[in-house]
């Protein structure tokens, strides 16, 4: 399922081509960590309403060439990889640690992004609300090699602690790390083997999500104020993991922001149980555009 594009910079971005082939396109944003193939998960969904999901993985996952931290970085891949694809126009979706990814992809480009959608996503200040993380205070603290090297301990550790369980093993620690409301794919055994797969192949090497924390930690390097795009914000009353204050954060800084609060949802299911809801969104799009285009 997995492609790759070498960029006019040099650099490779893997990507998943999803949905359908002639539908409105969209750039999906993974989690953290994560790679393109979870965007799986909302394939039937994209089909369903007529959606092409070029899902990407960051830099530093799969087979995605590493680069410097950075939001603006990975919002000018994107745009490469549209023109790449002859793709004009698209729509851009992130979940969790992909919300600021599609959001920089607005910014950097607000005459190709016509909506974005963010399920889940990671908002500014993070710094600021969590003071007792070593990583992201010497991020702050302007110690870049500091932060680097104390959140590369940290996922090394996370690393070690699944590479030798069984599915069995992993998928019960998984289970066990989350409160109830953020077990959406428990009771969906075939949705959770595949984001246990994306999950372990995510954490391959740390590369990839020390680049995330690096890059959402402290000091954004996009200025949301120039997002011109409508921005739609999905985030859950019970999400213990990106709580909903990120999407408020979000909404005072975006002139077009639509904030939902889904009552009673947790994580999992904002960024797994939504992808009908937000497919409908970006087709409603292309509706609209065919309604105005010249016969």
């Known amino acids: 399922m997995y492609n790759e594009a070498t960029l006019p910079d040099g650099s490779v971005l893997e990507y998943a081509d999803l ?17 393109a193939g ?4 909302a394939d ?6 007529g959606v092409r999901l070029v899902a990407v993985s960051r830099p530093g996952y799969g087979a995605s060439s590493p680069t410097a931290p950075g939001l603006a970085s ?3 891949q994107v745009v490469a990889l549209a023109d790449s694809l002859g793709i004009d126009r698209f729509g851009s979706v992130g979940i969790s640690g992909g919300g600021p990814f599609a959001l920089a992809t607005a910014a950097v480009a607000p005459a190709r992004v016509q909506r974005v959608v963010v399920a889940a996503g990671t908002g500014p200040g993070l710094a600021e609300r969590y003071p007792d993380d070593e990583g992201l205070a010497l991020l702050a603290a302007g110690d870049i090699s500091g932060a680097e090297a104390a959140m590369r301990a940290e996922v090394e ?8 369980l069984s599915e069995e093993e992993f998928r019960d620690s998984m289970a066990a790390r989350r409160p109830p409301t953020e077990n959406y794919l428990a009771n969906r055994p075939a949705q959770q083997a595949v984001f246990l797969r994306n999950y372990r192949r995510a954490l391959a090497t740390p590369d990839g999500f020390v680049r995330d924390n690096l890059s959402w930690g402290a000091s954004w390097d996009i200025d949301l104020t120039t997002v011109t795009a409508p921005v739609v914000l999905l985030y859950g009353e019970q ?13 005072a800084l975006i002139k077009q922001a639509e904030l939902t609060v889904l009552p009673g949802a947790g ?15 970006f087709a409603e799009d292309r509706r609209r555009y065919d309604a105005s285009a010249p016969v």
């Open 44 to 49: 039937e969904a994209a089909r369903q309403h």
């Open 74 to 76: 990975v919002g000018r």
């Open 38 to 41: 979870i965007a799986a998960l």
């Open 19 to 35: 949905g359908s082939p002639s539908g409105v396109p969209v750039i999906h944003h993974h989690g953290s960590p994560g790679t």
């Open 157 to 164: 550790e996370m690393i070690a602690g699944i590479r030798d």
């Open 239 to 251: 999400d213990g993991m990106v709580p909903a204050e990120n999407g408020r954060l979000l909404a």
């Open 267 to 281: 994580h999992g299911t904002v960024t797994f149980g939504t992808a009908d809801l937000v497919m409908q969104r």
